[in-house]
């Protein structure tokens, strides 16, 4: 009798730890800066690829990484990002060079067109920061282009923003990451031009 009272009694246990619910996955993305669109330039009738963005430190994924130190990293467990940072960016600029009507087109690495120019992109950082009571949001990227004839380096620059989160969660880290790569977008055809 004792033995089927604490099996029952586990099996209630047990169950009631299985079913509880896992907290909601919020899924965030970016938003392309509007542009005006440029009448005339000097790369007007080239063509360029964006590569796909590589990294230095760490792995692209849609994981949300936080810092709360130099050594010390996280990754937000009920938020992250609609796809890889590497893909949002990239299709950040990608929307952005084609809205600016700097280039004849604007195409994706992977497309099989040819090019006259080549943006290729390092990402240094594209996280959140908490140090004490700051909070802020850090994109920083560098980027070089490349004549795809010579293969020469025509210029390369880096662009850093550090912007301040009205919250210290995922939601005030995307809205403080929006802005900064809203400047970086800017920047980068005013770098181009």
Request: net charge positive; proline share 2%; with cysteine.
């Amino acid at each position: 009798m004792i033995r089927y009272f604490i099996l029952i009694l586990t099996l209630m246990i047990i169950n009631g730890c299985s079913s509880k619910e896992a907290a909601p996955m919020n899924i965030y993305s970016l938003k392309t800066v509007n542009i005006l669109p440029e009448a005339s330039g000097r790369h007007h009738q080239q063509t360029i690829k964006v590569s796909f963005p590589q990294t230095l430190k760490e792995k692209l994924t849609n994981k949300m990484s936080y810092s709360y130190s130099l050594n010390n990293r996280g990754v937000y467990l009920n938020s992250q990002w609609s796809n890889n940072s590497g893909k949002l960016v990239q299709g950040s600029i990608i929307q952005t060079l084609d809205s600016s009507r700097l280039f004849k087109a604007v195409l994706p690495y992977e497309s099989t067109a040819g090019e006259d120019l080549r943006l290729e992109s390092n990402i240094y950082d594209f996280s959140h920061h908490v140090r004490g009571d700051a909070s802020y949001a850090v994109v920083s990227i560098q980027f070089s282009l490349i004549n795809t004839d010579t293969g020469k380096l025509i210029r390369t620059k880096r662009f850093s923003y550090k912007e301040d989160t009205k919250t210290t969660d995922a939601k005030g880290y995307v809205e403080a990451t929006q802005r900064a790569m809203d400047r970086l977008c800017r920047d980068l055809v005013k770098w181009l031009r």
